[in-house]
Structure formats: C-alpha cells, structure tokens
C-alpha cells in the first residue's frame, strides 16, 4: 500500500522543487505541476480501485503502530475525495499557464498550488486529529498567499480577512484539540473515537463538537460565518476561486465535519434526531440566504460566491438528512458542486483574461465571441441548476429521495423549490454576459484555457450519464464508509492487528 | 486552577483586540495573543505535579516526566503560529504600501 | 538598509562566529538534547539578521540574497522529503528510519534523525531569512 504517501509527499516534493526549477527554466514550472497533478488524478483512480476490495487501508508512517504513530486511513470516502481533489487541480493548473502569464514572479503560484494539494490530500487521508490540524493549516496558509497572489490592493484586503476568519477557525481547532487530549490522551481518531464513547452525551461531548463545528463551519463558509468567503473569491485569480470554490471549503469544513460527526463522535440519525436537525436548519438558511442575495449582485464572480454557499447548504442539508441516500447524495453533490463551480469560476477566469472585467452591466456579447467559454458556462450552470443528464441533477435527485424516506416531504420539495433560485441568478449571467447582443472586443480564451473548461464539461457530462457507475464504485462506498460510524476505528484497529 | 483561567485571560485579551481595535497591526498582535493563550492551555494539560522535564540524559533515568507529546505539538502549533504571523504581517505591510493607512476603516475598497 | 556605528560592527565581527557554532552545535545534538532544527535554524537565521542589520546591504545584494535564500529554503525541504522517499525506496516504508540505530546518547546515534534536524535547520534558517527580507526590505524585492 506504498501509494498512500504519494498522495501528500508527491505534491510536497514538487512544491520544494519548483523554486529551484524557476530559476533554471521557468516552463518547466508548469509542466511539473501539470505532470503532478496527472500523476496523482491516476493514483487516485488506482486507490478507488484498491477501496473496492480493502474497504479501509491503514498506513502507518515511519512503521510506528497507532495509536503512538501518526497513521493514514484511507477508506472510501478519503479515495472520493482524493480523487476530486486532483480532478480539480489537474484542470486549475492547465487553465493557469495563459492566465497566469501577465503576473510577475507566476512560478511562485504553483508552489503554493502544490503546497495546498499537499495539504488538502492530508487532510483527507489522516487519520490523526493532529495531523489533520497541520495539513489544514498548511493547505489554508497557501490558500490565504494565493488569494493575495496579485498583490493588488482588493486582494490583499480579501486575503487579510480570511486570514482573520481563518485563524479564528484554526486557534479554536486547535482548543479543542487541546481539550480532546486532555480528556482522552490520545491524538488518533480511531482512539479518540473509542474513547468518546464512554463520555457520550456529557457537557464536555457536546461542548467539543460544537467548538469543532463552529471552527469547520468558518472554513466551509456556512451561512453567518460567510463574510470571508465574498471576498476572498472576487479577489483572487480565477483558477484560485475555481480551486477555492470547488474544493477547498468541501475539504476544509465539509469533510472534516462529517468525518468528525459521523465516524469519530459516532451520531447517527437514530439517536440524535435533534443534532441532524440542527444540521438541516443549517444547511437551509445557508441555501435561501446566499440564494436570495444572489440575485442583487453584478459581479460575476461574486455572483457565483454566493452560489457556492447556496450550495454548500445543500451538501449540509444531505448530510442532515441522515441515511443513506441523503448521504449519497450529499457526496455526489460535493463531485458535482466541484465539477461545475470549479467550471463557472474558470469560465469568469476566460472571460476577465479576455474582456478584462467582471461586471456583468459591463459585459456584453460574449456568447459569439469566446463560444466555448459560453457553452462551458451553459453546461455548468445546467449542472448546478439540476438538468436531467447532468450529474447536478442526481445529486439533487438522491437528496430529495433521502429527505422523502427519512418522512421530511417539506425538505424534499423546498430542496426543489429552492434549486429554482439557482436557475434564477445564473439567467443573469446568462442573460447579461453571453445572450445580450453587443459589441465586444474580447478574442476566444487561449487553447490551455479551452482544455481545462472542455475536460470539466466532458466530465460533468460523463459523470452525470454514468451516474450509476459512480455510485456502485465510488460514491456508494464512500457513503457507507461514512453510515459505518464507529465501526470506523473497530476497522483501524483490526487492520493493525491483521497486518502483524 | 489558576494557571487555566489566566489562559483564558489571555485568550479573551487577544479576541477583545481583534474585535475592538481598528489597527491592523494591533489585530495581529490580538491574534498572537490568542496563539499563546492556546498554546500554553495546551503546554499545561502535559503538566503533572513534581514530574521532570522529558530529556533523556540517562538510559536508567526514572521516568517521572511530565508528558512529552503536548510539548511536541505545541512546538509544532508555534512554528505553524510563525508562518501564519509573518504572513499575516506582510500582507498588512503591503495593504499599507497600498493604502497608506492601518485603519480597517478607511480600507473598504471591496463591496461586501 | 543602512549599516550601524562603529561600536555594533565591532561586537558583531566578535560574537558572530561563535553565534554560529552555537547554532551548529543545537541543531547536530537536536537528538540528544532540547533543540533540534528548529531551534537550531533560527540562531542560524539569527546569524544572517544580525549581520544584514549591522553592516548594512544594498539593494541589489538583498534582491540576490532573498533569491538564495527561497533556493536554500527548498533544498532544505527537498531534503527532508527524499530522506522520507528513501525509507520507502530502501526499506518499503515512508519515513522508516533505515540508518542504523548507533548508541543511544551519543552523537553518532537515532538514524534518520539527525538528518532531518539538518535539513529541517536549512529550511527554517533560509525561510526565517527570507521572511526578515520580506518584512524589513520589501521595497526592493517586491518586483521579481
């Protein structure tokens, strides 16, 4: 199981790399980090192989035994998310050669981008609370620098917000970090979860999982905490809005929260009813608040932050629901939220290198002009608005049965009720930017460009016709790695002792 | 008892400075504040009355240690705490290159 | 960055040196003693601070310093993750520690651990550098 330690030292490695590399011959730079990016988009699909037969794969770094040693456990869900992670990257990093051209000093960004990779993978695949708090911090100090890449003065006041949000989020992980081992004395997530039973239902139970949901939420930018996120995402390059908005808050606050939830603290819909309720109430006032203040916005790139959290909502609200499918679906929405927000904000990327700007009063008779951008556009707000075919439309599919066998009929129709004001702000770009006849000189988007939107359009296609594939292989699994719950570390443990 | 409370002194000092004070730089320093209020609440949950410092000096030292592994990831939570630090300053170095001003009052060029 | 008088450059061309050594010494008994690399790395950064601050630089020669340093920095963490790879390559697992073992508290002892002090001192000493070059003289090395 040598490749699990690919997936974090592959991406550090070239992110050490690449300075060195800058200074000899800077297109290399770029080819590195594409490579990378490939590299680890087909290690991901071996792992989603070897989850199909080992459902939990426990790597123990430096052969220190858990819980001494820091351990990886990669199941279903890590090898999902591995697997979007470098499906995003790989497009982020060939959209950026061209986009990136009129920066100084652009070798810098891939080194950050693959410092983030680095971090991101780590989170998903350790399987120590610990680890997890450093690959976080590591992944979000790169994304806070990426933010601020173009070092102008909107971007560097962005990033210095989220740098505020961000660390509040980490400082309070970090608390209850502190806490968790003071009362556990162990910093596995299988040991602390076995330890957690036996002070299930205290003050001090409650207490550490709203402090962990409190930070998780600043990351994943649900709905009070949000004010970072409208910021960061105007402001920064658009590959790092697409990276950012694909898959940074899904990894950040989602993962984390649901791993957290379901397999550490071990709740379930059965015997927390009121918690998952919680999570419903969370996950809807996210979905109408930045749904609804979505349609006074004229910037594109704002318009689709407050898209994203709309949709973040509905990831929450899946996991909310609690069983299977609501899970299911929640899961397949993270593949398609990646997919077609990482498409939008490439696609607003297209069009400021093209027209140089993001108002869309401004903006004008695109759609001739840069038809690929616009068609790239139509697919992944389809996508997000739920069309039949398309992989956002199962996603939403399997919520609303989860929220129909779960006895909740009013979340499955305001889940539909509510995609409707999806459909409403994204007619607006549609309608200002690329329907509206007018004059315009902007020229087609370069071909590395057209690449990285056709690849994600050919995926949001793909996925969304052979849905049924990815939920027996990958999503399926992924969705019973986590209804598994505290079966979680009985699984650690018992790889542990198999493997001696 | 009381070594706990004055962490959560500490940590209340640093969050009323980013909350209350319009100087940025001021805003970075209630962020370190906080830093170490966590970072000694963690030190001291390793603490165990009368117990040595966990240095080896000896194979046949008896082991009476204080525990050691809050000790190693509070080093790791400091040196994670420095990037996030000279990260932070340097981008309020260059918001004043840009701005000519440290008060978060007068820098609202963004909409939101 | 102007220099200082005649009484600083004086003291520092006599505490330099051994500042250095000292810093040596932390980070080669980082396993057997408190220190390590990090601890170690920053005397070591300490060591360039002090010498930029006291005699003072122009601009061109901090420009080429903060480029070595960002080289060192990642030779530094290339370092420490080929030592990781070569646990995998030699032994078959990342990070094991494949050196012999030695006598333990002496200083030819620990394995891999040393070497990763080493390389985890390059990597603070230049990224603690290049961050005093970033704060202290961004003017000029803000354009690359």
Redesign the interface.
Known sequence: MAFIPLFIALPLFSAFLIPILGKIYKPLVWLLSTAVAFVLFVLALYGVAVSQEISMVVYKMGNWPPPLGIVMAYDSFSAFMVLVISIIVFACSMFSLRFLSTYTGNWKFYTLLMLMTAGMMGIVITGDLFNMFVFLEIAALSSYALVAFGLKGEQLEASFKYIVMGEIAGLIFLLTIALIYAKTSTLNLADISTALQFAKNTTFFWMTLGMLLFAFSIKAALVPFHSWLLDAYPAAPAPISSLLAGICTKVFGIYTSARIIFNIFGLSRANDPLFFNFLIGLGLLSIIFAGVTAFSQNDYKRLLAYSSISQVGFILLGFGIGNYYGVLGAILFILAHSLAKGLLFLTSGSVVHSAGTTDIKKLSGLGERMSTTAWSFRIGALSVIGMPPLIGFFAKLFIIIGAIKAGFLWIAIAAGVLSLLSLGYLLRIENNVFMKKGKSEAKPAPFTMRVAMVLLVVLIVLVGVGYQTIVDYIAGPAAHALLRGLEYSHMVFNYFSMSF | MIVFASCIILFLIGLYAIVTKRNLIKIAIGFVLIEYAVNLFFALVGFKKGALAPIITKLDTPHNFVDPIPQALVLTAIVIGLATTALMLTVILRIYDRYKTFDIAEIKRLKG | MKGMSLIVKTVTNIVIGFIFIYGLYIILHGHL??GGG?AGGVIIAGVFVLKLLTFGSKAKDERSAS?QA??W???G??LF??V??L??LLA??????FLPKGT??HLLSAGIIPICNIAIAIKVGAGLFA?FL??AA?KYI???
């Open positions: 003693t408190p990090f480029t960002s080289v920095e990642s030779i963490g290339l993750v080929s990781a790879f646990g995998l078959g697992t990342f990070f094991i520690n333990p508290l961050i970033a704060l961004q803000i354009e690359d």
